[in-house]
T-cell receptor, first 113, second 115 residues
Framework: DAKTTQPPSMDCAEGRAANLPCNHS???????VYWYRQIHSQGPQYIIH???NNETNEMASLIITEDRKSSTLILPHATLRDTAVYYC??????????????FGTGTRLQVTL | EAQVTQNPRYLITVTGKKLTVTCSQN?????MSWYRQDPGLGLRQIYY???????DKGDVPEGYKVSRKEKRNFPLILESPSPNQTSLYFC??????????????FGPGTRLTVL
């Protein structure tokens, strides 16, 4: 699975959009981009995933560049409860270990008043 | 409610005293996995199971055992715990890969301290 690079930390004011970048320059054509987050030592939580099209769900939007070498997770109106570590994970479809997730160190997002 | 449960949530034990951390899921998932999380090292996979009676090593299996006798349960066994196994442990489950969508559900974590 491709390696990802994320900034170690970011700040965002409550109510503003939080834009979390992720670089995955070695991504292969059949690899997906997944985002998870972990709030204060709780179990990680799935947010969103995509292949090449932009995706949106009730939690966030995922913007993937045309060359797929980077992506941005957007939380449109961040709240204090969005303070967490956000992990960008790239993984392929039918790997031998099927569902293994390889977590990096993620981005620690701090939402402030 | 779809969930993964772990017990106990907190455990303090002594070196060499066998312990078991239970994990159970109610979503009929085939895949289950154990991770440990340590500061600066992120989450690392210990063992995983693709289905009943099928288990395999992850990245850091030394000192751990698992079993998968039933689909819903995947206990983690430390037969002789050592201080370097002090960590935060997470159990997770999901469907075996089906197309692109494969959300993995995590339990609340078990904080283990080995003295």
């Amino acid at each position: 699975d491709a390696k990802t690079t994320q900034p170690p930390s970011m700040d965002c004011a409550e109510g503003r959009a939080a834009n979390l970048p992720c670089n995955h320059s070695t991504i292969s054509g059949n690899e997906y981009v997944y985002w998870y987050r972990q709030i204060h030592s709780q179990g990680p939580q799935y947010i969103i995933h995509g292949l090449k099209n932009n995706e949106t769900n009730e939690m966030a939007s995922l913007i993937i560049t045309e060359d797929r070498k980077s992506s941005t997770l957007i939380l449109p109106h961040a709240t204090l409860r969005d303070t967490a570590v956000y992990y960008c994970i790239v993984r392929g479809p039918n790997t031998g270990t099927a569902s293994k997730l390889t977590f990096g160190t993620g981005t620690r997002l701090q939402v402030t008043l | 409610e779809a969930q993964v449960t772990q017990n106990p949530r907190y455990l303090i034990t002594v070196t060499g005293k066998k312990l078991t951390v239970t994990c159970s899921q109610n979503m009929n998932h085939e895949y289950m996995s154990w991770y440990r999380q340590d500061p600066g090292l992120g989450l690392r996979q210990i063992y995983y199971s693709m289905n009943v009676e099928v288990t395999d090593k992850g990245d850091v299996p030394e000192g751990y055992k698992v079993s998968r006798k039933e689909k819903r349960n995947f206990p983690l066994i430390l037969e002789s715990p050592s201080p370097n196994q002090t960590s935060l442990y997470f159990c997770a489950s999901s469907w075996v890969w089906r197309g692109d969508y494969n959300e993995q559900f995590f339990g609340p974590g078990t904080r283990l301290t080995v003295l």
